[in-house]
């Protein structure tokens, strides 16, 4: 009898200790699982049991599974039974990394291996079934190279084409489904790494740069997700860079980032820097110096030759800007083509980062002043050939960038801009006096293709672009009808037969600098004035144009500039009406400018007369003095005392003077 209660006592302590147990069965559907890939056989492996430690600060629960597989390193921390293989946890609140909390033992295994990855993530997606899934990389990254490092098999890391492999393989046993959140808690989740894995997952959280060794803070993460489990990939993700960020602030010696990107957004980046490469590689001979010195100004970080690429790309547009180049014209601007093909790949950029948060430390030596989310190798020297091999560099052509800036920074690409002698002349086809034609005389000195952009000077082009053959050494004329009363500047790219440029031109103002000017007349009363005569005068080349004002008292006129973009005309305007001069102004202008406009106030102010003017002025003194005696009455009311007359020796003694 006593065996049977005994029986009955140990079932009800055994299923009072079932019922309280999280562990869910595999009929059981968490809304998340949480899965950390922990790559501690390494220096890092005392980082990875503190961060076992802040999962554990969590736990759990019945929306949220928390699963690891943590491999540890011989002869490192004695923590927690001094294991050294890979043991697989879900991790219960409060629970230690100890070996009697694990779930299996896998013995030692490489992490390094896409195998070993594609295993755990299948264990974990058969048996702690979620509707979303959130893989985190833990351990020492190397960018482009690869993440998770294992000591204990060579140093091997889990290589990008590896890493393609593996996640190609987990979707497919995963019915196709995308893994919704793949987080880098490691150095240097680049934008290549970014590239390679586009297919197989929806967002990426990770840092563009080193992270300090503590890694991300998972107690605050995971806090967050389970008082929120609702939440989708790309709030998941937010929430992971701005803990990470917070946990960080005044609490490091580091500048820290960290960004989501959208894994969707990706295949237009990669064709918008393919567009970019091709005008940067034609650029690179004639405005390698500009290359040279937007990449020593833009943001690096740590090893590796690892950049900012927005920040490259902002350089690039900003150095080019600047360049001042003979080329026996006027000042050299950057190339249209470069140009836009700049700003669209910078578009590109704040499309794919979906969120980002920096902490850029006053005090570190490597800043993030200037991090925008998302990095690129950009070394000197392309020493490592497997780079070509990656999916970034085939769809981008960004290798090809990398070799070309070295070989021309180095003289090993000569120059390949030959001569191209331009004559203009500018012709008034319909006899009003004003040019509408440009006449372009042109010879090369060889076969050659030239494509002429024409650009308005408010920054808008006509398009397609002109494209003219130009045999060798025959002189060709072409004419370009454009429309009158305006500014156009010509963009002049010479190709040869493999589109690379040999010579770039810039003809600015080609029909003379016109300036619209314009503005209204009113009277005092705010009534608008029409039929008032408005003359502008251009006092430094006699230019005069005239107008009426109409409609609202509106006038407006072109007026032709002298000089370059760059100096200064002083336009004088008036206003008259019936003959008599109104108004008149003075401005100073210069090319380059939308428009200037003006606003004019006319008529008649009623004569001043003197004599009602000094009446007026003594009025005032009285009602000034009265006010002045009023004050002083007040004054000493409130002080108990009323004012006395008193005579002239009361005074005296008063003051002590008689």
């Not at 949220?64 to 697989?88: E, H, L």
């Amino acid at each position: 009898m006593r065996k049977l209660w005994a029986f009955l006592l140990f079932s009800l302590l055994l299923m009072s200790y079932l019922a309280v147990l999280p562990a869910p069965s595999k009929g059981q559907t968490a809304k998340w699982t949480f899965m950390v890939y922990m790559g501690a056989d390494s220096s890092l492996e005392s980082f990875g049991i503190d961060d076992f430690n802040e999962m554990a600060a969590v736990g759990s629960t019945n929306d949220v599974n928390i699963i690891v597989q943590f491999d540890r390193r011989p002869g490192g921390t004695s923590a927690n039974g001094d294991w050294t293989t890979a043991k697989r946890f879900f991790i219960q609140k409060d629970m230690t990394p100890d070996p009697t909390s694990a779930v299996s033992d896998m013995g030692e295994v490489n992490m390094g291996d896409p195998q070993v990855l594609v295993d755990f993530m299948n264990w974990g997606m058969t048996n702690y079934t979620a509707d979303r899934y959130f893989l985190v990389l833990w351990g020492h990254g190397l960018g482009w190279r690869g993440v998770v490092q294992d000591s204990s098999s060579s140093s091997d890391y889990l290589e990008l084409d590896e890493l393609a492999w593996a996640f190609q393989s987990i979707v497919a046993n995963n019915g196709g489904k995308k893994i919704d959140l793949v987080g880098a808690d490691a150095c240097r989740m680049t934008t290549e790494m970014n590239y390679q894995l586009k297919d197989y997952v929806s967002f990426f959280v990770g840092s563009q740069k080193d992270e300090p060794e503590p890694g991300w803070p998972y107690h605050t993460v995971l806090f967050n997700l389970t008082n929120d489990p609702d939440m989708g990939p790309a709030q998941l993700g937010a929430v992971v860079v701005d803990r990470y960020v917070e946990s960080y602030v005044d609490n490091t010696g580091l500048s820290v980032a960290l960004s989501l990107i959208d894994s969707a957004r990706l295949e237009y980046l990669g064709e918008e820097m393919r567009r970019f490469v091709e005008q940067a590689r034609s650029a690179l001979p004639i405005f390698i110096e500009d290359f040279k010195d937007a990449r020593l100004a833009s943001e690096n970080y740590e090893g590796n030759a690892v950049y900012d690429l927005y920040d490259i790309l902002v350089n690039i547009r900003t150095e080019t800007q600047l360049s001042v180049l003979e080329i026996g014209k006027d000042k050299l601007t950057p190339p249209t083509r470069l140009d836009k093909a700049v700003e669209s790949a910078v578009q590109a950029i704040r499309f794919a980062v979906s969120y980002e948060n920096n902490w850029d430390n006053p005090t570190s030596s490597i800043r993030t002043t200037n991090a925008h989310g998302m990095s690129i190798w950009y070394p000197l020297v392309m020493t490592n050939f497997t780079y070509m091999e990656l999916d970034f560099s085939k769809a981008t052509g960004w290798d090809s960038y990398l070799m070309d800036f070295r070989a021309v920074a180095d003289g090993l690409i000569p120059d390949p801009e030959v001569e191209l002698d331009v004559d203009v002349t500018l012709l008034d086809t319909d006899g009003d006096e004003f040019d509408d034609t440009v006449q372009l005389g042109l010879l090369s000195p060889q076969d050659a293709t030239l494509e002429i952009e024409v650009r308005h000077h408010t920054a808008y082009w006509i398009s397609p672009p002109l494209s003219i053959f130009l045999p060798g050494n025959i002189y060709i004329v072409e004419n370009i009808s454009l429309y009158k009363h305006t500014n156009y500047d010509l963009e002049l790219y010479l190709l040869n037969d493999t589109r690379v440029w040999m010579n770039y031109t810039w003809l600015p103002n080609v029909l003379g600098m016109w300036l619209s000017m314009g503005g209204t007349i009113t009277d005092v009363n705010g009534a608008y004035v029409n039929g008032a005569t408005v003359t502008f005068e251009n006092l430094d080349n006699g230019y005069t144009a005239i107008d009426e004002s109409a409609g609202e008292g509106f006038f407006g006129a072109h007026v032709l500039l002298s000089g370059n973009r760059s100096t200064r005309n002083s336009v004088r305007i008036t206003v008259e009406v019936g003959g008599e001069l109104k108004n008149t102004t003075t401005l100073n202008v210069n090319y380059g400018l939308y428009g200037s406009n003006v606003e004019f106030i006319i008529g008649e102010i009623e004569p001043t007369n003197p004599d009602m003017t000094l009446i007026s002025v003594l009025v005032g003194l009285v009602i000034l003095e009265a006010v002045l005696i009023l004050v002083l009455a007040i004054l000493m009311k409130r002080r108990g005392k009323e004012p006395v007359e008193k005579t002239g020796d009361e005074l005296l003694r008063d003051l002590k003077l008689e």
